[in-house]
């Protein structure tokens, strides 16, 4: 499975799904993205787990679900590539706009029988939000959702839009996240 297909995957993904704010206001939005390459240690082909070894020597197990159906091509000593993108937006709106139901959907796409084994998983988040605090030092805005649950994002410094943002202010939350694992062979 090649990382362009990653990429491919999350344009699709990216698509705009809000129209009912009148006049929203996109405040901030940014991609983030990291790629990195690891060693399979070892595979536990009865449980359908594998183990990962990254270059600074971290490691993690994964579980191999049904769709995956290519597991059994897994060696130890195989090279495996994992990429990330993950793309994220705050849009300001007026109060009166209505407030969305909140979308938490994932999709999962595996490479085809009898290709390298590799996944690409697509998970996409919009909430209605309000802004609780804004730390301009680091960057962060603290959003707090409809159900009193809050999460801290960290702003890069070459979104303008930042500025424009305020305690207080009603928000919609997008967040897309692709992330695909592609066996590329023993190395």
């Known amino acids: 499975m090649k990382m362009r297909t990653l990429i491919a995957a999350g344009a699709v993904a990216l698509m705009p799904t809000l129209a009912f704010a009148a006049d929203p206001i996109l405040a901030v939005g940014f991609v983030v993205k990291n790629e990195m390459k690891a060693k399979v240690s070892a595979v536990d082909e009865k449980n359908r787990t594998f183990t990962l070894v990254g270059p600074e020597g971290n490691w993690v197990v994964l579980k191999a679900g049904p769709e995956m159906q290519n597991f059994p091509q897994i060696k130890v000593g195989d090279t495996v590539t994992a990429a990330m993108e993950q793309v994220t937006e705050i849009t300001v709106v007026q109060p009166n706009d209505g407030t969305p139901l909140p979308t938490d959907a994932q999709t999962l ?12 998983v697509t998970d996409r988040r919009e909430i209605a939000a309000s802004i609780t605090k804004i730390d301009a030092a680091t960057r962060t805005v603290t959003l707090q959702g409809p159900m009193g649950n809050s999460v801290d994002i960290k702003v890069p410094g070459d979104q303008d839009g930042f500025k424009k943002l305020g305690v207080g202010d009603k928000v919609i939350f997008r967040q897309v996240t692709v992330a695909g694992i592609a066996d590329t062979g023993s190395k």
Request: proline fraction near 17%; hydrophobic fraction near 35%.
């Open 109 to 120: 796409d595996s490479a085809p029988k009898g290709a390298k084994p590799g996944v690409i």
